[in-house]
């Protein structure tokens, strides 16, 4: 079942049908990650995490989708490569292989274009054009929503009620990290 691409730019625009998603990347993402079972479960989690921030901020949920399905997808190649899976290799190795996944399964090349945009800045948010979207607002928090706890293990209340003010980009992303972090109402 596909779902129809927003449609961009002004004027009305007829809707072009892409390919179901998570039907069609999962697997990729699923094959790329074979040695590394802890990422199929990192990446399911930002998946869910997109899924439910989405689903109260809007935008496009197909983007969405694959944004967090494919964002850390140049990991195993940046590891091979650079000997490294630092933030800035994967934005540099991540897009060329979303790139190539995206296009065999016949994404569109705008989809193409702001999926690997996502994924070139999902650790740096350097793109001021990709990081105003809410696409990848989305995909930030819900990043975040996994790594918060590694990252700020060892803080205090106050230092991560802080750094959850600065670091979360939509209102549902903080709010779930105040009720997950912060002892609020689970959620």
């Given at each position: 079942?596909?779902?129809?691409?927003?449609?961009?730019?002004?004027?009305?625009?007829?809707?072009?049908?892409?390919?179901?998603?998570?039907?069609?990347?999962i697997p990729e993402m699923e094959r790329v990650f074979s040695e590394t079972r802890g990422m199929v479960q990192h990446?399911?989690?930002?998946?869910?995490?997109?899924?439910?921030?989405?689903?109260?901020?809007?935008?496009?949920?197909?983007?969405?989708?694959?944004?967090?399905?494919?964002?850390?997808?140049?990991?195993?190649?940046?590891?091979?490569?650079?000997?490294?899976?630092?933030?800035?290799?994967?934005?540099?190795?991540?897009?060329?292989?979303?790139?190539?996944?995206?296009?065999?399964?016949?994404?569109?090349?705008?989809?193409?274009?702001?999926?690997?945009?996502?994924?070139?800045?999902?650790?740096?948010?350097?793109?001021?054009?990709?990081?105003?979207?809410?696409?990848?607002?989305?995909?930030?928090?819900?990043?975040?929503?996994?790594?918060?706890?590694?990252?700020?293990?060892?803080?205090?209340?106050?230092?991560?009620?802080?750094?959850?003010?600065?670091?979360?980009?939509?209102?549902?992303?903080?709010?779930?990290?105040?009720?997950?972090?912060?002892?609020?109402?689970?959620?």
């Open positions: 079942m596909g779902c129809a691409a927003a449609p961009q730019g002004h004027g009305p625009r007829p809707q072009i049908e892409i390919p179901d998603v998570e039907e069609a990347l990446t399911q989690r930002v998946l869910s995490y997109a899924l439910d921030i989405q689903g109260v901020e809007g935008g496009d949920l197909a983007v969405v989708k694959a944004s967090a399905i494919l964002h850390d997808i140049g990991i195993p190649r940046a590891r091979e490569i650079h000997g490294s899976s630092s933030g800035r290799f994967q934005e540099m190795e991540g897009p060329p292989i979303a790139r190539e996944i995206l296009a065999r399964h016949r994404f569109p090349p705008d989809f193409i274009h702001h999926v690997c945009g996502i994924v070139a800045n999902h650790h740096s948010d350097a793109d001021p054009e990709i990081v105003s979207t809410l696409e990848f607002k989305i995909l930030w928090d819900a990043d975040w929503l996994v790594n918060f706890p590694g990252r700020h293990r060892n803080a205090g209340e106050e230092e991560k009620a802080l750094a959850i003010e600065e670091i979360f980009k939509t209102g549902r992303g903080r709010e779930l990290a105040r009720g997950m972090f912060l002892g609020g109402p689970p959620r």
